[in-house]
């Protein structure tokens, strides 16, 4: 098992002179979870907790990076990490934040862990909504377990969650590569797959694109946009994404062969993204 690409914080996940502050942390995926869950909020969910987002918090899920991500917190509130915020507080941001968070801190411990893009199936019956998690590698259970830093208590409660959030069931969360198999062979419906208006192979065949890149630790916002991306079916190179889909179902045995992959310039992430919620391009610090 090659872990060693997944042990160090590289890119987005690099918390630079931020990361002293992880110090005083929990050493383990649900402590850290945790403390991550009194530093966030969910951009989409804050009535969940009675708040409203401030002008300042609308504007947070479009940060990217870890250090950036950190830097905003300590500006806003100068405690140590590990004093939860009032959720009205706390940085908005979305699962991709919380995970990219997560991955940032297990790899300052050490630990072995990669964000996953894909769909989640315990926020609306029957559906798979666009979401990420963290996979991180267990010593104890010897093999990778998802982990969702973004499930507190509130959220557990409001979609009757009733599994273990730190061990993510793998029907429960699809990487997106085994939901684009999953409806290639017919046995799943690419219209519940995506978020909000946004369903469908070409939703799916986007987020497998995410998911190979953020293999290779270019975790992207989700609607972050470049190369090979389509926005209709039509536009889709179906022998492509099936190629990436089956490198991600077992992406320790093809780790060579993603790595050649993101050469490849419809995967790989250029200077300059679209973002799809802003609407216009933005340059991206790799």
């Known amino acids: 098992m090659k872990l060693a690409p997944f042990r160090t914080p590289v890119g987005m996940s690099d918390a630079g002179i931020w990361a002293l502050q992880f110090d005083a942390l929990p050493r383990n995926a649900g402590g850290l979870a945790k403390v991550l869950q009194g530093l966030l909020i969910h951009e989409h969910m804050p009535d969940f907790y009675g708040v409203t987002l401030s002008d300042r918090q609308r504007g ?13 917190i300590a500006v806003h509130d100068p405690r140590p990490l590990s004093e939860a915020r009032p959720p009205g507080e706390r940085f908005a941001g979305c699962c991709r934040h919380y995970t990219l968070m997560h991955v940032a801190m297990l790899r300052n411990r050490g630990i072995a862990a990669r964000a996953r893009c894909g769909f989640g199936a315990y926020f609306v019956k029957d559906m798979f909504i666009d979401h990420w998690v963290t996979e991180y590698w267990s010593d104890t259970k010897r093999r990778w377990v998802l982990a969702d830093a973004q499930i507190d208590a509130q959220q ?20 997106a590569g085994d939901a684009w198999k999953l409806c290639r062979d017919g046995k799943a419906r690419p219209q519940a797959f995506g978020v909000l208006d946004m369903f469908g192979l070409w939703f799916i065949a986007g987020n497998v694109i995410r998911d190979v890149a953020a293999l290779n630790n ?69």
């Open 218 to 286: 270019h975790e992207m916002l989700p609607w972050d946009v470049w190369g090979g991306m389509s926005q209709t079916d039509a536009g889709i190179d179906f022998d492509f994404i099936d190629r990436l889909a089956a490198l991600t179902h077992e992406p320790d045995k093809h780790l060579d062969k993603l790595r050649a992959a993101y050469d490849d310039a419809r995967i790989a992430v250029p200077p300059t993204v679209f973002n799809a919620v802003l609407n216009r391009p933005e340059t991206v610090s790799i």
């Open 156 to 175: 557990c409660e409001k979609f009757g969650i009733d599994f273990d959030t730190l061990d993510v069931p793998r029907d429960k969360f699809l990487v």
């Open 60 to 72: 947070e899920p479009h940060v990217r990076g870890a250090e950036q991500i950190l830097e905003r």
